[in-house]
């Protein structure tokens, strides 16, 4: 039977990209590139534009916003609380407008290296700014060390206390509830400072505890207040135990009627049931292999009444039961079933913002690499040893560890999308996105530079759960538009993207002047399974164009090495077109590579024909 003369290979269509691997061996629908892309039902599409909703009052005044969450009022309206230094702003999903700033009480502010965090719970948004990590100042008979005239209090310590004007304490002197509490002092001498208390009268006392700390805040919708900082004797229904009210905390959440705080890094504080303020510090509070060489870096619910908790390398499960109710009475408290046991202690979490629940699946960013647990059949979280990534191992390798904190995910679409600092930069300037229907990773989004995300959410827009990325200084509505837009906050577009424009070394530079969504996209190396040279001769594409379409296509050909542009196909109209090129290159292999320059054009599959050179065409019979 005679040899065919010519060999064809392809892509019927496409599922995802593989960086990692060697391109001559890669599965017909993996690339070994895919950037701004997405891949839906075979095709692959570049992806939607983002939408900057930043307006002129978080322009002006160099606002930073440092966190932000989603809050539903009572009355339904739907907002995002965006969280600065010194006030937060509400953006109604409903009415797309963004409230003036609504500000923090005198002298109550968050600083670009506090941690911060905010959650909804029970109607109120509660907002984070870090434990103490500071030395407690306790001080016991020494007499008028406490004293107050009118309102103010002034503390005398018998060695220097370090505080400054401006700094905030939490102090408390017993049998004087109206002094003690959460202030921002005044410093007078090295061992002096004074404050404004809630109350007024003489007071000569002789003992006090304090320590520089930033107390939460709450926000009720319209104004926002310190969290008050109460003592036990103010809840004399609690039996056993000390009552403390909501101690400072790096990160929270609300979970099945408690709130769950992060208040060092190796414990953890629940409030009572359905008593946001209530903590007993004796029953409710956990220490997490205390003393190891670790640290708390997230926790997440995940079914019923446990949640997960993440170290930087372990994690735990934990089990909060549902309070006790007998006929006439709560136990609001955590009673003796409560557990935590070990999970694993093979890896841990890198990047609190990057955990996120997908079913019975939960994916976060670890050291190693992007992790997910998966529910065995005992239903018992496992995780595999080889990373989730290991596919974009080489772009997980050059993510900046020093900055990898600040890494930031969310699950939305059936996609599974993380922000991370790569190369040298210091802020988030690539998300990286797994698509779950597919099983494998689908594109590397490079963003205009203003584009760096703090953190995602999902909110409503125009009937239709989005997401959301909040950055540093601006605020963006994500996959909404045919081109990204950046504006200074009055409407006017600012141009200017960063791109990756070496796909092999993936080097950062300034790219040109457009908004156009920058979409690359390399498919596998073909060979033809065989090592002899070839010549290849033809490049057949079907694929869908826009009407602003236009795209470079090019052989890149390997042994000798050579890149040719072979055509640029341009629309103004929507179309469906197979586009036919000529490669004429002799080589060992060849990629194809689409250089999307504007438009968001469809490629449904491709074709690539040639001869394996030195064989023997002519039959025998």
């Given at each position: 039977?005679?040899?065919?003369?010519?060999?064809?290979?392809?892509?019927?269509?496409?599922?995802?990209?593989?960086?990692?691997?060697?391109?001559?061996?890669?599965?017909?629908?993996?690339?070994?590139?895919?950037?701004?892309?997405?891949?839906?039902?075979?095709?692959?599409?570049?992806?939607?534009?983002?939408?900057?909703?930043?307006?002129?009052?978080?322009?002006?005044?160099?606002?930073?916003?440092?966190?932000?969450?989603?809050?539903?009022?009572?009355?339904?309206?739907?907002?995002?609380?965006?969280?600065?230094?010194?006030?937060?702003?509400?953006?109604?999903?409903?009415?797309?407008?963004?409230?003036?700033?609504?500000?923090?009480?005198?002298?109550?502010?968050?600083?670009?290296?506090?941690?911060?965090?905010?959650?909804?719970?029970?109607?109120?948004?509660?907002?984070?700014?870090?434990?103490?990590?500071?030395?407690?100042?306790?001080?016991?008979?020494?007499?008028?060390?406490?004293?107050?005239?009118?309102?103010?209090?002034?503390?005398?310590?018998?060695?220097?206390?370090?505080?400054?004007?401006?700094?905030?304490i939490i102090i408390y002197v017993?049998?004087?509830?109206?002094?003690?509490?959460?202030?921002?002092?005044?410093?007078?001498?090295?061992?002096?400072?004074?404050?404004?208390?809630?109350?007024?009268?003489?007071?000569?006392?002789?003992?006090?505890?304090?320590?520089?700390?930033?107390?939460?805040?709450?926000?009720?919708?319209?104004?926002?207040?310190?969290?008050?900082?109460?003592?036990?004797?103010?809840?004399?229904?609690?039996?056993?135990?000390?009552?403390?009210?909501?101690?400072?905390?790096?990160?929270?959440?609300?979970?099945?009627?408690?709130?769950?705080?992060?208040?060092?890094?190796?414990?953890?504080?629940?409030?009572?049931?359905?008593?946001?303020?209530?903590?007993?510090?004796?029953?409710?509070q956990f220490k997490i292999n205390?003393?190891?060489?670790?640290?708390?870096?997230?926790?997440?619910?995940?079914?019923?009444?446990?949640?997960?908790?993440?170290?930087?390398?372990?994690?735990?499960?934990?089990?909060?039961?549902?309070?006790?109710?007998?006929?006439?009475?709560?136990?609001?408290?955590?009673?003796?079933?409560?557990?935590?046991?070990?999970?694993?202690?093979?890896?841990?979490?890198?990047?609190?913002?990057?955990?996120?629940?997908?079913?019975?699946?939960?994916?976060?960013?670890?050291?190693?690499?992007?992790?997910?647990?998966?529910?065995?059949?005992?239903?018992?979280?496992?995780?595999?040893?080889?990373?989730?990534?290991?596919?974009?191992?080489?772009?997980?390798?050059?993510?900046?560890?020093?900055?990898?904190?600040?890494?930031?995910?969310?699950?939305?679409?059936?996609?599974?999308?993380?922000?991370?600092?790569?190369?040298?930069?210091?802020?988030?300037?690539?998300?990286?996105?797994?698509?779950?229907?597919?099983?494998?990773?689908?594109?590397?989004?490079?963003?205009?530079?203003?584009?760096?995300?703090?953190?995602?959410?999902?909110?409503?827009?125009?009937?239709?759960?989005?997401?959301?990325?909040?950055?540093?200084?601006?605020?963006?509505?994500?996959?909404?538009?045919?081109?990204?837009?950046?504006?200074?906050?009055?409407?006017?577009?600012?141009?200017?993207?960063?791109?990756?424009?070496?796909?092999?070394?993936?080097?950062?530079?300034?790219?040109?002047?457009?908004?156009?969504?920058?979409?690359?996209?390399?498919?596998?190396?073909?060979?033809?399974?065989?090592?002899?040279?070839?010549?290849?001769s033809g490049l057949q594409v079907?694929?869908?164009?826009?009407?602003?379409?236009?795209?470079?296509?090019?052989?890149?050909?390997?042994?000798?090495?050579?890149?040719?542009?072979?055509?640029?196909?341009?629309?103004?109209?929507?179309?469906?077109?197979?586009?036919?090129?000529?490669?004429?290159?002799?080589?060992?292999?060849?990629?194809?590579?689409?250089?999307?320059?504007?438009?968001?054009?469809?490629?449904?599959?491709?074709?690539?024909?040639?001869?394996?050179?030195?064989?023997?065409?002519?039959?025998?019979?």
């Amino acid at each position: 039977m005679a040899n065919l003369p010519f060999q064809i290979d392809g892509e019927q269509g496409f599922i995802g990209f593989n960086s990692r691997e060697n391109p001559t061996i890669l599965p017909a629908g993996v690339a070994r590139y895919a950037q701004n892309f997405r891949f839906d039902r075979g095709e692959a599409k570049v992806r939607s534009g983002c939408t900057d909703l930043t307006v002129p009052s978080l322009v002006t005044g160099n606002v930073q916003i440092l966190g932000g969450c989603e809050y539903t009022k009572t009355d339904g309206t739907q907002q995002i609380v965006l969280v600065s230094t010194d006030g937060l702003y509400t953006y109604t999903t409903g009415t797309k407008l963004t409230s003036s700033k609504i500000n923090f009480p005198t002298g109550r502010t968050i600083s670009t290296t506090d941690p911060v965090d905010c959650f909804q719970a029970e109607n109120k948004v509660y907002i984070l700014r870090g434990y103490s990590r500071n030395t407690e100042i306790s001080q016991s008979s020494v007499s008028g060390c406490v004293s107050r005239t009118g309102a103010i209090v002034t503390i005398t310590c018998t060695n220097p206390h370090g505080y400054a004007t401006g700094d905030e304490i939490i102090i408390y002197v017993p049998g004087h509830n109206t002094a003690s509490g959460s202030y921002v002092i005044t410093v007078t001498s090295s061992t002096v400072f004074t404050y404004t208390s809630n109350g007024s009268g003489s007071i000569n006392h002789d003992t006090f505890t304090c320590v520089k700390a930033k107390a939460p805040l709450v926000f009720d919708g319209s104004t926002v207040s310190v969290v008050p900082q109460a003592t036990a004797t103010q809840y004399p229904y609690l039996q056993g135990g000390d009552s403390v009210c909501m101690p400072p905390a790096d990160f929270g959440l609300y979970f099945q009627g408690r709130i769950v705080l992060c208040v060092s890094r190796d414990e953890i504080a629940a409030s009572n049931y359905y008593e946001s303020n209530v903590f007993d510090v004796s029953l409710d509070q956990f220490k997490i292999n205390q003393g190891d060489n670790d640290y708390i870096v997230g926790f997440t619910p995940y079914q019923e009444n446990s949640f997960l908790i993440f170290k930087r390398n372990s994690i735990y499960y934990a089990f909060l039961p549902p309070p006790a109710i007998t006929t006439t009475t709560i136990d609001r408290g955590i009673d003796t079933s409560s557990e935590i046991n070990t999970l694993t202690t093979q890896f841990g979490c890198s990047a609190r913002r990057t955990i996120q629940v997908a079913g019975q699946s939960v994916f976060f960013l670890s050291d190693r690499g992007v992790y997910q647990l998966n529910t065995a059949l005992d239903l018992k979280l496992v995780g595999d040893q080889m990373p989730l990534s290991d596919g974009i191992s080489d772009i997980i390798e050059r993510i900046n560890t020093n900055y990898v904190s600040a890494s930031c995910g969310l699950f939305f679409n059936n996609r599974y999308y993380i922000s991370v600092p790569l190369d040298s930069d210091t802020t988030n300037n690539a998300v990286l996105v797994y698509s779950l229907l597919n099983k494998a990773w689908e594109s590397i989004d490079i963003y205009p530079t203003a584009f760096s995300p703090k953190l995602f959410l999902q909110a409503t827009f125009e009937n239709k759960r989005q997401m959301y990325a909040i950055c540093l200084r601006h605020f963006f509505l994500c996959e909404s538009a045919a081109k990204d837009f950046v504006n200074d906050g009055s409407g006017t577009p600012i141009l200017g993207t960063g791109q990756l424009n070496d796909p092999v070394t993936c080097t950062f530079t300034e790219g040109a002047a457009t908004a156009n969504v920058d979409g690359q996209l390399i498919t596998r190396r073909y060979t033809f399974k065989s090592l002899d040279q070839k010549r290849f001769s033809g490049l057949q594409v079907d694929g869908i164009l826009d009407a602003s379409s236009s795209i470079d296509i090019s052989a890149l050909s390997y042994n000798p090495d050579q890149s040719t542009k072979l055509l640029t196909v341009n629309s103004n109209s929507v179309e469906e077109k197979s586009i036919r090129a000529k490669i004429a290159h002799r080589a060992y292999a060849i990629d194809i590579k689409f250089q999307v320059n504007s438009g968001r054009p469809t490629i449904r599959g491709l074709t690539v024909d040639g001869v394996i050179a030195g064989r023997n065409f002519v039959s025998s019979e």
